[in-house]
């Protein structure tokens, strides 16, 4: 099957405010992309570090907020977080947010994970950088508690609490779950936890060895997950069909970092599903 085609960042730079991120998320919608998937960094190192994907005066939304503002101003997208660094976040509140976006968008919130990397981010929030993904595991397991269970409760190494409860819950039950990252350990994690896994700026041969791994990971678990991929070139109908043949569900395009809105507009129309030869979603 085609895979889909998805919109990342439309909560940075020329979309970081009301008009911009409002027009390229009503502008995706209507060119048939299944989802709009939102950067998440609360802080960046200044000055820049190599390791940094962005300079430190850059424009980006809160996730969560982006995503239900946009919710606002669309019907049938899906919203995604792409990826929330699940560590650096309370666990109770963001499972408050995102059960509030779930919600607020007649159901069609996509929770995507990641276990972070930017170490001066986690450090100024708290967060030593060793045992991260086990935190973010248990974090994920009390979210879901919290979801799931008539009468939550979790009792974990990072998180613990029982007799509290937080209503509404999300429309979706369960919220579809997809962990990031490029690594085996990711890959582990996503087919033991996850219902997609996600691969950042990933051309066909480096998509082609993450998916070697993540299929092996699958046998492990007996279990299949959805595939979508940040491509690291320029799209094409035939490059398009590259990625399908390899296994990729969906394709989620990145803009140039800074471009002014009208290119970015141009930017989400020239890589619009029909033109790529993509699955136009419904």
Request: hydrophobic share 45%; charged share 25%.
């Amino acid at each position: 099957m085609d895979p889909t085609i998805g919109l990342h960042a439309p909560n940075g730079h020329s979309a970081a405010g009301r008009d911009g991120a409002a027009r390229v998320a009503a502008l995706a919608e209507r060119l048939g992309y299944d989802s709009l998937w939102a950067a998440d960094h609360v802080v960046l190192p200044s000055p820049r570090t190599e390791s940094s994907p962005l300079d430190p005066d850059a424009p980006l939304l809160d996730p969560l907020v982006a995503l239900a503002f946009a919710a606002a101003h669309t019907t049938r997208i899906r919203l995604a977080t792409g990826v929330v660094i699940l560590p650096q976040r309370d666990p109770l509140i963001l499972a408050k947010q995102l059960a509030s976006v779930d919600v607020l968008s007649g159901g069609r919130l996509i929770f995507g994970l990641g276990i972070g990397y930017l170490e001066p981010e986690l450090r100024a929030l708290g967060v030593p950088p060793t045992g991260r993904g086990q935190r973010a595991e248990e974090y994920l397991a009390a979210m879901r508690a919290l979801w799931e269970s008539p009468e939550p409760a979790f009792h974990g190494r990072f998180v613990d609490f029982a007799k509290v409860d937080a209503h509404p819950r999300p429309l979706q039950r369960p919220v579809p779950v997809v962990v990031g990252g490029n690594s085996a350990a990711a890959h582990r994690r996503a087919a033991r936890l996850a219902d997609g896994w996600y691969g950042w700026m990933l051309g066909l041969r480096a998509t082609a060895a993450q998916l070697d791994s993540l299929r092996a990971a699958e046998q492990e678990t007996g279990r299949r997950l959805h595939v979508s991929v940040t491509p690291a070139r320029r799209l094409d109908p035939e490059t398009v069909r590259a990625y399908a043949e390899l296994g990729v569900d969906r394709l989620v395009v990145t803009p140039p970092p800074g471009l002014p809105l009208p290119d970015l507009e141009r930017f989400v129309e020239e890589n619009a599903p029909e033109r790529l030869g993509a699955r136009v979603a419904d």
